[in-house]
């Protein structure tokens, strides 16, 4: 990490991120029994959806909005003008949103209570402040702020949620939270901004640049959140949308500390960018390269060898499709880990939105053509091969996108000796399957092992990894 500041932040972010990892080991084994499996896809199908309508009604400020303030970062008067048009302008297209909403899902009979609760999180939207502190680089608020919420909707699922029959009560916990989190951070804005006469701000001319992000947005959300609704769809059956959310889960939730790097070093490039710096950014991302596939290896590896035992006494009966489903979409950790540094790190700091782009709706139209094909003949299993079809899509066409400004070869050089390690990890966690009897001591002792084993081989190595992480812990 090339200051304490980056260091600092990706602490925090990691910090954060952890959490996140522990947050579902807590609760998800209770709601997958309390709710089973119709329940959690009842409430997984409408917060796909009411997530969907976020996304239109925001049109791209997160991304837009913390790129523009990494930009100003020590300009106090035009940082506070760009958020305050952003704000502004966010509320304008988020009114629009609910409208839509109110008109097009809310009046469905079947999810209707559902749908009346979730109208919190599209409220949530519009106070949602988190691209300016990330823009300033400060993530020490958002990662208290979030940790909050997971707090808070861990206590609420516990307490409130007892049969069934409480999917609208198990929204509820996790829409309110989600609200308060995001009023939390209003107070922080104290000494960060300044006034600006209001007959000065110019809140539309941030639409058009939002739009051109936005496009990538919406398209990657159509293989992130869409394919939910697409098993809803083509398969009326709430069971299998329970089933693919709770394979995703446990992924998605790996997939969070895959990328977390990501968000820190985003803002930080742009900063880079816009000082001019090109050699530096190469450096940097070289270094995000290979932390990516140093962590995601062994994840997509490790998924695969603890899926059978782990499923087997987290979920409990009724989800027998699920480990399979964990070790068909693990590989989307490596994808989605490479792609992130390219697209998330690179394309857009430095302005290549347009590629990005070109990127995402690639991958979005592999997505749906996939869906469309494998999802009425094999279900969740169908909808899982499509997530990881469309990940190489996006993958391929980013690397043919930065042939020029990185060497592909000396990329994808990095990644066979990563996955060796993890397969010698996975041999060694495998054999503790095989020796013990099937458990949640069983699969702590195969964590333990498969940590221990992939340290060691990096270690006795001598591994660049090894090299950067001492680097970060004596700054």
């Known amino acids: 990490m090339p200051?304490?500041?980056?260091?600092?932040?990706?602490?925090?972010?990691?910090?954060?991120?952890?959490?996140?990892?522990?947050?579902?080991f807590i609760t998800t084994p209770y709601i997958s029994r309390v709710l089973g499996a119709e329940g959690i896809g009842a409430y997984s199908f409408t917060q796909s959806n009411v997530t969907f309508v976020i996304l239109i009604?925001?049109?791209?400020?997160?991304?837009?909005?913390?790129?523009?303030?990494?930009?100003?970062?020590?300009?106090?008067?035009?940082?506070?003008?760009?958020?305050?048009?952003?704000i502004l302008m966010r509320a304008a297209t988020v009114c629009v949103g609910l409208a839509v909403y109110s008109i097009f899902l809310v009046p469905?009979?079947?999810?209707?209570?559902?749908?009346?609760?979730?109208?919190?999180?599209?409220?949530?939207?519009?106070?949602?402040?988190?691209?300016?502190?990330?823009?300033?680089?400060?993530?020490?608020?958002?990662?208290?702020?979030?940790?909050?919420?997971?707090?808070?909707?861990?206590?609420?699922?516990?307490?409130?949620?007892?049969?069934?029959?409480?999917?609208?009560?198990y929204a509820l916990c996790y829409s309110v939270p989600v609200f308060l989190g995001n009023l939390y951070l209003w107070p922080r804005l104290k000494g960060r901004l300044c006034r600006v006469p209001f007959r000065t701000l110019r809140v539309f001319s941030h639409l058009k640049p939002c739009m051109l992000l936005f496009i990538p947005q919406i398209a990657s959300q159509i293989y992130v959140v869409l394919d939910k609704s697409m098993l809803g769809f083509l398969t009326t059956n709430d069971l299998e949308v329970g089933y693919y959310e709770q394979g995703q889960k446990i992924v998605k939730v790996a997939l969070i500390v895959v990328t977390s790097?990501?968000?820190?070093?985003?803002?930080?490039?742009?900063?880079?960018?816009?000082?001019?710096?090109?050699?530096r950014i190469q450096g940097e991302l070289l270094k995000s390269f290979r932390l990516v596939v140093a962590l995601a290896a062994p994840m997509v590896l490790g998924l695969c060898a603890i899926a059978d035992n782990f499923g087997s006494w987290f979920y409990g009966p009724g989800y027998e499709k699920v480990p399979a489903l964990i070790m068909i979409i693990s590989p989307i950790l490596l994808l989605v880990g490479l792609s992130n540094v390219i697209g998330i790190q690179y394309l857009l700091?430095?302005?290549?939105?347009?590629?990005?782009?070109?990127?995402?709706?690639?991958?979005?139209?592999?997505?749906?053509?996939?869906?469309?094909?494998l999802i009425p003949r094999w279900g969740a299993f169908g909808a899982s091969?499509?997530?990881?079809?469309?990940?190489v899509a996006v993958l391929a066409v980013q690397l043919y996108i930065v042939r020029r400004k990185f060497s592909v070869p000396a990329i994808l050089?990095?990644?066979?000796?990563?996955?060796?390690?993890?397969?010698?990890?996975?041999?060694?966690?495998?054999?503790?399957?095989?020796?013990?009897?099937?458990?949640?001591?069983?699969?702590?002792?195969?964590?333990?092992?498969?940590?221990?084993?992939?340290?060691?081989?990096?270690?006795?190595?001598?591994?660049?990894?090894?090299?950067?992480?001492?680097?970060?812990?004596?700054?």
């Not at 837009?64 to 940082?79: L, M, N, T």
């Not at 109208?119 to 940790?147: L, P």
């Not at 091969?385 to 990940?391: G, M, T």
């Open 385 to 391: 091969i499509a997530s990881v079809f469309a990940e």
């Open 413 to 475: 050089k990095i990644i066979p000796r990563y996955i060796v390690y993890a397969a010698l990890m996975y041999a060694g966690v495998r054999a503790v399957s095989l020796l013990l009897p099937g458990g949640i001591i069983t699969t702590g002792i195969q964590v333990f092992v498969g940590a221990f084993i992939y340290i060691l081989l990096l270690a006795v190595r001598k591994d660049e990894v090894v090299t950067m992480i001492k680097k970060v812990v004596q700054k």
């Open 3 to 24: 200051n304490s500041r980056l260091t600092q932040n990706y602490i925090y972010n990691l910090t954060y991120q952890v959490f996140t990892v522990l947050a579902p």
């Open 261 to 279: 790097l990501g968000t820190v070093m985003m803002p930080h490039v742009a900063k880079i960018f816009s000082s001019g710096d090109h050699t």
């Open 349 to 373: 700091p430095t302005n290549r939105d347009r590629e990005f782009t070109i990127s995402v709706i690639c991958g979005s139209a592999a997505n749906v053509i996939m869906n469309l094909i």
């Open 108 to 169: 469905t009979q079947k999810y209707h209570q559902l749908y009346m609760i979730q109208y919190i999180d599209i409220i949530a939207s519009v106070i949602d402040i988190t691209w300016f502190f990330q823009g300033m680089e400060e993530f020490k608020y958002i990662a208290v702020r979030n940790i909050f919420i997971r707090a808070i909707g861990i206590v609420l699922v516990f307490a409130l949620v007892k049969n069934a029959g409480d999917v609208p009560l």
């Open 57 to 86: 009604s925001t049109v791209g400020v997160s991304l837009y909005g913390q790129r523009a303030i990494a930009y100003k970062q020590h300009d106090r008067e035009e940082r506070s003008r760009i958020f305050f048009e952003i």
